[in-house]
T-cell receptor
Framework: NAGVTQTPKFQVLKTGQSMTLQCAQDMNHEYMSWYRQDPGMGLRLIHYSVGAGITDQGEVPNGYNVSRSTTEDFPLRLLSAAPSQTSVYFC??????????????FGSGTQLSVL | GIQVEQSPPDLILQEGANSTLRCNFSDSVNNLQWFHQNPWGQLINLFYIPSGTKQNGRLSATTVATERYSLLYISSSQTTDSGVYFCAVNPYNQGGKLIFGQGTELSVKP
């Protein structure tokens, strides 16, 4: 099992450019989520999904779009990048609530710089 | 929203020492998890612990949900324990969101 796979690992964008951060998991997890990590701010939830076709906003959703067409994939889209979106982005997945073991597993992260 | 507070914010230990990290939360939760972020940025799940005590080698964790806190114990610390430790909680009636504390940065010196 590869677990949670994120691509790319590093990306530099210019202000106003768009891009998609990819996330895939092979653990058949229904729940997937995106976090951003900034110095002194911990990990903040951007968007999450409890299953294919279902997404919802987290703590800091503005400037980001998501969709969930399959159980395996949960891409994060930046429509018009801004310097404030410079951060490290983590994708994570787990079993749904109520199954008794809802450990969250993280990908290796994407370091994004917006100039 | 729920507040998750970790203490201490940073900690320096000599190799072989023991330590206790604390996580307080302001509202009822479904579950709580502890993570270690190593110096290369990788986030590893240490414990899924809604209540009670669990042990994994030199690490153990205890959650007292009724009093809204959890403790992570590290015994006989090693330099590889260095990094940032996060606790994260899933608040009731919030659709499975996991909210993180600010972390405790641990440095273990040889």
């Amino acid at each position: 099992n590869a677990g949670v796979t994120q691509t790319p690992k590093f990306q530099v964008l210019k202000t106003g450019q768009s891009m998609t951060l990819q996330c895939a998991q092979d653990m058949n997890h229904e729940y997937m989520s995106w976090y951003r990590q900034d110095p002194g701010m911990g990990l903040r939830l951007i968007h999450y999904s409890v299953g294919a076709g279902i997404t919802d906003q987290g703590e800091v959703p503005n400037g980001y779009n998501v969709s969930r067409s399959t159980t395996e994939d949960f891409p994060l889209r930046l429509l018009s990048a801004a310097p404030s979106q410079t951060s490290v982005y983590f994708c994570a997945s787990r079993n749904p609530l109520g199954q008794g073991n809802e450990k969250l597993f993280f990908g290796s992260g994407t370091q994004l710089s917006v100039l | 929203g729920i507040q998750v507070e970790q203490s201490p914010p940073d900690l320096i230990l000599q190799e072989g020492a023991n330590s206790t990290l604390r996580c307080n939360f302001s509202d009822s939760v479904n579950n709580l998890q502890w993570f270690h972020q190593n110096p290369w940025g990788q986030l590893i799940n240490l414990f899924y612990i809604p209540s009670g005590t669990k042990q994994n080698g030199r690490l153990s964790a205890t959650t007292v949900a009724t009093e809204r806190y959890s403790l992570l114990y590290i015994s006989s610390s090693q330099t590889t324990d260095s990094g940032v430790y996060f606790c994260a909680v899933n608040p009731y009636n919030q659709g499975g969101k996991l909210i993180f504390g600010q972390g405790t940065e641990l440095s273990v010196k040889p």
